[in-house]
């Protein structure tokens, strides 16, 4: 076989749209991935061998190095692959700020209109079941509908400021060149599309917000290939993490290099990931585990909306 261990491998489905963030950034980074299409419910038995529970969509893969949601994801890529940068206004902090403001509270706006016009009816699909799985509640029909008004006004109220921050006729939201932030901004637009362009129109005129999303749109994907998630498994097996040992002298909890801990996601999808502290920071957690179809593997996390606990 040969080496593919410095290959991007982006465990991902098309219709994800925290994918589409990390798309958008293949696109302004003009790299190289393959594709490696996931299940969209659990189970996901090639899937988990590699993050050890994690099951979240996106993962992104290089060699034996496993990175775990979004965030993570995007700080990796402008650290492996700087130039051109996604901070060309150099505007990291406050688009990391953005970022978690639109996979926070916008993007459950997002998810809670997704029903608007559609009928008020209790659903027992496998998809949502697995949904209520993943959110650890039941899904109450006539709730989620009472919902939806205000959060038509909600988004309005969140779009509307990004539509402001292009008023001056900038064509992307830091400036001329797009970055994290117009990643981080497009993907909810794009998932509300893909389900319902009609559910856009209630965000009103936007103007700058059309124009910009058009320009964002046209960035492209990047260069993508295929990969089966069988090979991906193997490139893990084969490969060795490159993530070097580091101790946080500022770890607020004490955690160090050999602790082990468990990982979690403190949102949804709040399963436990355990494995022995590698290196850690304010902003990023390594871990390594190890499983008989992958071997050993080192697993990345945010720290920023993340739980990191003592095993
Ligand atoms: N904070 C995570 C959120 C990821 C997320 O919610 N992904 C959705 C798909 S876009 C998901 O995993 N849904 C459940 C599933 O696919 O099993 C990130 O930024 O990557």
Redesign the pocket.
């Known amino acids: 076989m040969s080496d593919r261990s410095n290959e991007i491998i982006f465990h991902?489905?098309d219709?994800?749209?925290?994918?589409?963030?990390?798309r958008v950034v293949f696109g302004l980074k003009d790299l190289a991935w393959n594709a490696c299409i996931?299940?969209?419910?659990?189970p996901?038995p090639e899937l988990i061998p590699l993050t050890g529970g994690y099951?979240?969509?996106?993962?992104m893969q290089i060699g034996a190095d496993v990175y775990?949601?979004?965030?993570v994801?995007l700080d990796e890529l402008e650290a492996r692959f700087p130039t051109p940068s996604m901070y060309a206004g150099g505007d990291k902090g406050l688009s990391n700020a953005i970022?978690y403001w639109q996979?926070?509270p916008v993007?459950t706006l997002v998810c809670a209109v997704l029903g608007a016009g559609q009928p008020v009816v209790k659903r027992t699909d496998p998809f949502t079941k697995?949904?209520e799985a993943?959110f650890e509640r039941e899904f109450d029909p006539v709730e989620q509908h009472a919902a939806i008004p205000n959060a038509f006004d909600q988004l309005r109220a969140h779009f509307a400021w990004v539509d402001a921050q292009l008023a001056d006729g900038r064509k992307f939201l830091f400036g001329d060149a797009p970055g994290h932030a117009d990643a981080s901004c497009f993907y909810n637009l794009a998932?509300l599309r893909w389900v319902n362009g009609a559910l856009i129109d209630k965000l009103g005129a936007v103007p700058h917000l059309r124009a910009w999303e058009d320009r964002v749109k046209a960035i492209g994907h990047g260069r993508r290939s295929e990969i089966t998630p069988a090979e991906a498994l193997d490139i893990a097996k084969a490969a060795t993490s490159t993530t070097s040992e580091r101790r946080d002298p500022e770890e607020p909890n004490g955690f160090a290099p050999g602790d082990a801990v468990t990982v979690n996601?403190e949102?949804?999808?709040r399963d436990k990931v355990a494995g022995t502290l590698v290196a850690s920071s304010a902003t990023r957690i390594a871990i390594r585990r190890s499983d008989p179809r992958v071997g050993d593997v080192v697993l990345h996390f945010?720290r920023a909306?993340f739980v990191v606990q003592r095993a």
């Open positions: 991902q489905y219709i994800s749209p925290f994918s589409e963030k990390v996931q299940p969209v419910i659990m996901k099951r979240k969509i996106p993962v775990c949601d979004s965030q994801i970022a996979d926070r993007f697995d949904r993943l998932f996601a949102d949804y999808g945010p909306g």
